[in-house]
């Protein structure tokens, strides 16, 4: 599934829905975790920390530190808020933040652009090769490199 760029309302929609997600689980959805998260809902691609740095401390007179940006960003990853792609170390919003799913992450060569797919044969194969091989994963990045359909 493609993240299509959102709208405003969408976003105020989006971060309204997950601060009561949040308050619903005793989870503190901080004012820099919700800067992080608009962030990167707006971002037309994949961002990197550093970008993300640059961009709350362009919009802030307060300094902002790197570990603070990368604790909220690990926040977000565990909460299932964003992805972060293995090969350009760079975070996207998740399409489905509010529903537990594995996926396959889709990144063009050309243009950048990623696209999240959620199938559950993705996560039948990765339950099959966990008991095949007596093995427990943890965590696990699927991404396919190639070419999207509008650079082709």
Do not use: W
Not at 112 to 133: A, C, K, N, W
Request: net charge negative.
């Amino acid at each position: 599934m493609c993240m299509p760029q959102m709208t405003a309302e969408q976003i105020e929609a989006q971060i309204a829905q997950i601060k009561q997600d949040c308050q619903a689980q005793g989870l503190r959805f901080t004012a820099l975790r919700e800067q992080v998260y608009r962030l990167i809902l707006l971002a037309a691609q994949p961002i990197g920390a550093y970008e993300l740095l640059d961009l709350l401390q362009s919009a802030s007179e307060k300094v902002v530190a790197p570990p603070t940006v990368y604790r909220s960003l690990e926040f977000l990853l565990r909460h299932g808020l964003v992805h972060q792609l293995n090969s350009s170390k760079a975070f996207f919003a998740c399409s489905q933040p509010t529903d537990r799913h594995v996926a396959a992450f889709l990144v063009c060569r050309c243009c950048g652009e990623v696209q999240e797919f959620s199938h559950p044969s993705i996560q039948t194969m990765l339950t099959e090769v966990d008991q095949s091989t007596n093995f427990a994963t943890q965590s696990s990045i699927i991404e396919l490199s190639g070419v999207c359909q509008r650079c082709q």
